[in-house]
Every structure is written in C-alpha cells, then in structure tokens.
C-alpha cells in the first residue's frame, strides 16, 4: 500500500509485475481523526509462482505472516548496486521531511527491525560517505539531518546524470529529492529566508496536487459501476 498520490506509480508497478489484480483505496485511519484521511492504494497481486518464490527467497514459512530480514551483503563488484538497493529502500519505507519554521530538511528511513536500520546505516556510511559515522538509529527509524551529510547521501542515491524518466521511480519523492538538492546542496546559494518561501510554495503545489488527485477519486466512486472499473 501507498499514499494515494502514488497512484499512477503503483499503476507502472501493475503493469510491470504483469498483474490483472485491481487497485483499490482503502483508509488507514478512524474516520474521527482529522483532515486528511489516512487514504492510501493497495495492490494485491496473486500470483502463486511469485508467492513461492518469496518463501524461498526469504525462508518464511507458510503461516508466517512476516519476517525480520536483514540487508543483503553484495560482495565487490556488485557493491556497486547498493545505490539502487537502498534507494529501492528509501522509495518505500523513507521520507524526505520538510521542517518549514526550521527551513530544514531530514531524510528518514523506516523498519520495525532495529538489526535491518543498522545495516542500512552501516551500508551507506561505508558506500556514500566514505566510511564516516553519520545517522541517529531510533527504536523505528535511522535519520539523517546534517546539511552536508544529506546532500552526500542523496546525490550518491539520485545522481543528477541518472536517467529520471523510469517509470518505477516515484516521482513524488524524486521530486523532493531534486528540490533539495537545488535548495540545500553543496552549490546553493539559497537564504534561510528564501528557503523557507521556497518550502512552504513546494507544500502548497503538493496539497494542490493531492486535492485534484482526490477530486479525481471521489468523481470515479460516485460513478462507479461493479466490473467497469478498478474502484
């Protein structure tokens, strides 16, 4: 499941997986809670073949629901696809969160296994900053905050050379990642004060975007006809 800004990136998902499965929206938060609903947009794929393959893969049994993992070791040279893991990482289970007020940024990667973040932070010490000691692991979290420690991290995982036109990159995110880069990289320029402007008008095209999206989706249920669409 995924924000249901990503819709059309969970749709290329679809298409590559080769699913007929149907999306559907689905809110993840009690309907006293405050505007906006938790609404997110699930893919269900069942596919057996891909169902056993992921029990071989990950050794979990049958009835087991979930399973701690770590992260993979690559042994050199395919260390040099760490970048594409953990941005496959970050794409998922990661945020790039604006603090207006502060007119700061931090980047956060997310798992409920303590083991899995500390391999995530030792990879990208070792792999995008040159074997320094960077991020704050918390119970569910590893963040980084630093200005410059951020702007190593993120070109080492979105360089401006990489081809951005893929359809399985999330563009929500990329679009983040690109606005600090700009803002807040090495070669910035950019004010405190314009920083915050610049964040705040970034917010403002994000709710925007969000609101037509929803628009769209409350249009598509109150026509919706049972086999003519996917909600």
């Known amino acids: 499941g995924q924000k249901f800004i990503d819709y059309k990136w969970v749709q290329h998902l679809k298409s590559a997986l080769g699913s007929t499965d149907r999306l559907f929206l689905a809110c993840d938060r009690p309907p006293n809670r405050p505007i906006p609903p938790g609404l997110r947009i699930f893919l269900k794929v069942r596919c057996r073949p891909l169902h056993e393959d992921a029990l071989q893969l990950l050794g979990t049994p049958p009835n087991q629901k979930h399973k701690y993992i770590r992260l993979p070791l690559l042994e050199p040279p395919f260390d040099q696809h760490y970048s594409a893991l953990v ?7 990661g945020s790039l969160s604006m603090n207006t007020s502060g007119a700061r940024m931090d ?3 997310a798992a409920t296994n303590p083991e899995f973040l500390g391999d995530l932070r030792h990879v990208i010490n070792k792999h995008a900053l040159a074997g320094a000691s960077e991020g704050n ?5 590893l963040r980084f905050s630093k200005k410059e420690v951020m702007t190593d991290v993120l070109d080492w995982l979105y360089p401006k050379e990489m081809d951005t036109d893929s359809r399985l990159l999330m563009p929500r995110k990329l679009k983040r990642v690109r606005f600090f880069q700009e803002v807040f990289g090495g070669a910035s320029r950019v004010s405190r004060s314009d920083r915050r402007i610049l964040m705040d008008r970034l917010m403002k095209e994000e709710q925007a975007d969000e609101a037509i999206l929803l628009n769209h989706f409350i249009g598509r249920a109150c026509t919706y006809q049972k086999g003519t669409d996917e909600f």
Do not use: H, M, S, T
């Open 87 to 93: 941005r496959g990482v970050f794409e998922g289970d």
């Open 107 to 109: 980047l956060k990667f």
């Open 137 to 141: 692991l918390y119970r569910n979290e």
